[in-house]
């Protein structure tokens, strides 16, 4: 297909802002570099802007992505592929070489407004097994104190975007689960990491489709129109 990239917008849902709590809006999109006919970035990000979008994740640090989205007031977090994460949990050098190239020379050089690294995506699905298990945790944590060293801490905040397979609940009800006991420890260690240092835990929901495998499951969650999102 030759409009790929232009998923990011069919796809992409009104979310809640890390403001939550003060009742602040933001308009995101996931911006997918894998396509095999890819709109120039220069392209995706005049559409970003001029359909209001105001924040956007990619998947990876990819540098003509980056130099597009310089100067344009579109916050930005910025992911790190599973398979780098067993390089960056190896050794801090190997994190304070990634948060060089791939964050503070894109905000010093071209005014790119990083709020957010992304360790991974979805590394504890089930699908994985124990792939990513030792390794996301320490990656974590030399990310952190790379930007610390790199003086970026304060602005941009590490997370580990997850799956909601991460928890499970026997009686059907939320408040009756806990997190999967192969990685209960696990997730406490990340979220006091996390809180910690002031940053967020990310958890990737998918209601369409739920609405996709169930007709019943409510239309208005599954499009997000409870977040005052239009309908398309």
């Keep these: 297909m030759g409009f790929q990239n232009f998923s990011c917008f069919i796809l992409a849902l009104c979310i809640l802002s890390q403001g939550l709590s003060m009742g602040v809006f933001g308009l995101a999109c996931n911006w997918g570099l894998r396509s095999t006919h890819p709109l120039p970035a220069n392209i995706v990000v005049k559409l970003m802007k001029d359909n209001g979008f105001d924040k956007v994740k990619l998947f990876e640090a990819d540098p003509g992505a980056l130099k597009a989205l310089g100067k344009t007031g579109i916050q930005v977090m910025v992911g790190i592929p599973n398979d780098l994460l067993a390089t960056l949990a190896s050794g801090v050098h190997n994190a304070e070489k990634w948060v060089s190239q791939n964050v503070s020379s894109y905000i010093s050089k071209y ?93 990737n929901i998918y209601p369409f489709l739920s609405l996709y495998a169930d007709p019943n499951f409510p239309k208005d969650y599954a499009l997000l129109q409870w977040l005052g999102c239009p309908s398309s």
């Design 111 to 203: 005014g790119v407004d990083i709020r957010h690294v992304a360790i991974g995506n979805e590394p504890f699905l089930k699908t994985y097994g124990d792939r990513f298990l030792q390794t996301t945790l320490p990656a974590l944590q030399n990310i952190q104190a790379a930007l610390i060293k790199a003086g970026l801490a304060r602005q941009v905040k590490v997370t580990v975007p997850l799956n909601a397979d991460v928890y499970e609940s026997d009686s059907g009800v939320p408040s009756g689960g806990n997190f999967r006991s192969d990685i209960h420890d696990l997730m406490i260690s990340i979220i006091k990491f996390l809180n910690d240092n002031a940053a967020p835990l990310t958890i």
